[in-house]
């Protein structure tokens, strides 16, 4: 770790110390968006980027403030622990360094989540996560726009990314601080929808994240972050028949497993056909998966550390391993089919707390439901894009923030039934200031009587006093006629 590396860490774990809760997300996104995974602190056989550092003050801040998850543990947080454990089980069947990387992976990305989780606790803080990305992004874009037209990266100066950006067809493919101008894209492409949602209430601010996330998109030059933010767009444009979505999920099946009755090849050939940013490998990443099918004895278990005979191209820095451009499938080598099953789990938990939470909030204002859609198709891109592209940088952050956040816009209890306790405690105290008003009428009653009755006593006259000494005649009890 240089000089810059060391003082950067430094300020931004001052921050994360510092901050107040609701702010103390914001410098593990600008450890993310700002720095490469070049500035690199080796503890032994350990090494500490800088994510994993911010990871490590994270957790002793929230010791030190006992901070908490919100809204308790959910199905996501329960599924993610086992992806973990086996995870780091599995290494046993490979190299004996194993262990190493996948300690440091499980500590990554299950820090950040937690992180994520603790820091961001209700839906106004996820709106304003949205506000701070949407201006977080502008600089990194503007550099990677100007990577695209010049050919150079400028944080090369930080390591860990190369000086020159790779040029395909014509194109210049800009990556910024991150590992691959696929990873870069895909960044852009899951803040996208963050700047739509906030057109309405900050236009200035959602102008400025189009500008960011959309320049990401453009400068990375690749088809995936495009047909990612095709992906989002289509699941955002079911807002409006949502209640029919059960019904259109099935048409898709159904649609598939047709497609695959009538084409020659396997369906998942259409990727094939993709190239929207020029020179793109659709085909390569659909033979990966025809050919992973074909070897699947070989780490359908438990992984394996050999995938270089699966395909006849490859990466020339890798001599073990093929290019597996898909999340999925990198699970399935890293740990086998129970590897890549629980993630899929992981994936369907998130998606089910996502209904959850619209059932929840059924009753709640449009803006509400609406977050909580935003969040479910910023999911389904993630989702569609791991067919492109297996997350291996600090791009992971951004994913695991819309994980986080699907957490927070739940409530412990529906919105329909925190109306009606509302309303039942508004009616009970409505109902005490009435019986309170009847009760001091009471007692001003009661005192006045008994301040009149003191004072008769205090009196003590007769009520033969209270009678004239001469009656008046007509009055009197005299026989006398009172005109006689």
């Known amino acids: 770790m240089n000089a810059i590396g060391l003082l950067f860490t430094l300020i ?23 720095m490469t995974r070049g500035q690199v602190l080796e ?63 499980v500590w990554t990305d299950l820090g950040c989540y937690f992180l994520f989780r603790i820091f961001v606790q ?57 590992a691959h101008a696929i990873l870069a894209g895909t960044v852009g492409a899951g803040c996208f929808p963050m700047a739509l949602y906030l057109w309405k209430s900050h236009r200035r601010l959602a102008l400025m994240g189009l500008f960011g996330a959309g320049g990401m998109v453009f400068a990375a030059t690749s088809s995936g972050p495009i047909m990612m933010v095709f992906f989002i767009l289509f699941g955002l444009l079911f807002w409006k028949v949502r209640k029919y979505l059960r019904a259109i999920r099935w048409l898709a099946l159904l649609a598939v497993i047709v497609l695959d009755m009538i084409m020659k090849d396997p369906v998942y050939y259409l990727m094939a056909r993709i190239d929207l940013g020029g020179g793109s490998k659709g085909w390569h990443r659909a033979r990966l998966i025809e050919s992973s099918i074909e070897h699947l004895n070989e780490w359908w278990l438990t992984g394996t550390d050999y995938t270089r005979h699966w395909m006849s191209t490859g990466v020339h820095s890798n001599t073990i391993h093929t290019d597996i451009t898909n999340h999925f499938l990198g699970m399935g080598v890293t740990g086998g089919l129970p590897l890549m099953i629980l993630w899929v789990m992981v994936l369907v938990a998130a998606f089910a707390e996502i209904g959850k939470a619209l059932r929840q909030n059924e009753n709640a204002p449009v803006e509400h439901n609406l977050l909580i859609w935003t969040l479910g198709a910023i999911m389904f891109g993630h989702v569609a894009n791991y067919f492109s592209i297996s997350y291996f940088d600090q791009s992971i952050v951004f994913f695991y923030l819309i994980l986080a956040s699907i957490g927070a816009v739940q409530n412990t209890k529906s919105y329909a039934f925190a109306k009606t306790e509302q309303s039942v405690q508004c009616i009970k105290q409505s109902r005490y200031v009435a019986v309170g008003v009847i009760e001091v009428k009471k007692g001003i009653s009661q005192q006045k009587t008994h301040t009149l009755w003191k004072s008769a006593r205090r009196v003590n006259f007769s009520i033969k006093d209270c009678c004239p000494r001469r009656s008046i005649p007509w009055l009197s009890n005299s026989s006398r006629p009172p005109f006689g």
């Open 12 to 34: 931004v774990s001052a921050f994360l110390l510092s901050l107040p809760r609701r702010l103390a997300a914001i410098p593990l996104l600008i450890g993310a968006a700002y």
């Open 43 to 105: 503890i032994g056989p350990a090494h500490f980027d800088v994510i994993r550092i911010l990871v490590t003050v994270g957790f002793f801040r929230v010791l030190l403030k006992g901070e908490s998850i919100a809204n308790k543990m959910n199905s996501i947080d329960r599924m993610l622990i086992p992806w973990a454990l086996w995870l780091i089980t599995s290494s046993a069947f490979h190299t004996s360094d194993a262990w190493v990387f996948r300690a440091g992976m």
């Open 122 to 178: 209700n839906a106004e803080d996820v709106k304003y996560i949205f506000q701070v990305i949407c201006v977080l992004l502008i600089p990194v874009a503007i550099l990677m726009l100007l990577e695209k037209l010049t050919g150079k990266n400028y944080f090369s100066a930080l390591g860990g990314v190369n000086a020159s950006a790779a040029f395909r067809d014509g194109h210049f493919r800009a990556q910024g601080p991150f």
